[in-house]
């Protein structure tokens, strides 16, 4: 079990949160069996969302994806457990929803890009960026999970 706290940040986007969709892809990595470690509901300002998709400056897509990220608010989770950066985006699906497969959040609940609900960290680096620059540490819990035993060999 000693790989067992890599961490990776989830977001549930405006549209996610519009369509009702938080308890659903909540239950998505609860039943996976990962541990959720931080949950907040937030409306980040302009500022904090260029930061975050620092690296998608200069895409034609840009100023609409920090419109969208601002027109309501995101439920930023950050979940821990083995694998949890590459299982996360592989539970989420591809950018492009009509990419998907079924059974992904976004292939189940998505059609277009610019509205695919969800976010997750893309790699290792990235989700400990992603997870300092949305969560002061102090908001990160630190508990046992009793289901551990049941999940992990
Ligand atoms: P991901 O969210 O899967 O890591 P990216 O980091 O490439 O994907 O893009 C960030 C977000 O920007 C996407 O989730 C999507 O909402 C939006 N986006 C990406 N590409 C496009 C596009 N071609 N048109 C509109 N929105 C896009």
């Given at each position: 079990m000693s790989d067992t706290v890599e961490r990776t940040f989830i977001a549930i986007k405006p549209d996610g949160v519009q369509r009702g969709l938080v308890a659903k892809i909540i239950a998505v990595f609860e039943q996976r069996g990962y541990k959720l470690v931080a949950i907040k509901m937030v409306c980040p300002s302009r500022e904090h969302l260029e930061v975050h998709y620092?690296?998608?400056?200069?895409?034609?897509f840009f100023q609409g994806l920090i419109e969208f990220m601002k027109s309501g608010p995101i439920v930023a989770m950050v979940w821990e457990g083995l694998d949890v950066v590459r299982q996360g985006r592989k539970l989420l699906g591809a950018t492009n929803p009509l990419e998907?497969?079924?059974?992904t959040i976004r292939g189940n609940f998505a059609i277009d890009t610019g509205r695919n609900v969800c976010h997750g960290s893309d790699s290792v680096k990235s989700a400990k960026r992603e997870i300092a620059h949305w969560f002061?540490?102090?908001?990160?819990c630190d508990y046992n999970l009793e289901l551990k035993k049941s999940i992990y060999e």
């Open positions: 620092d690296d998608l400056r200069g895409k034609p998907s497969e079924p059974g002061n540490n102090d908001e990160l």
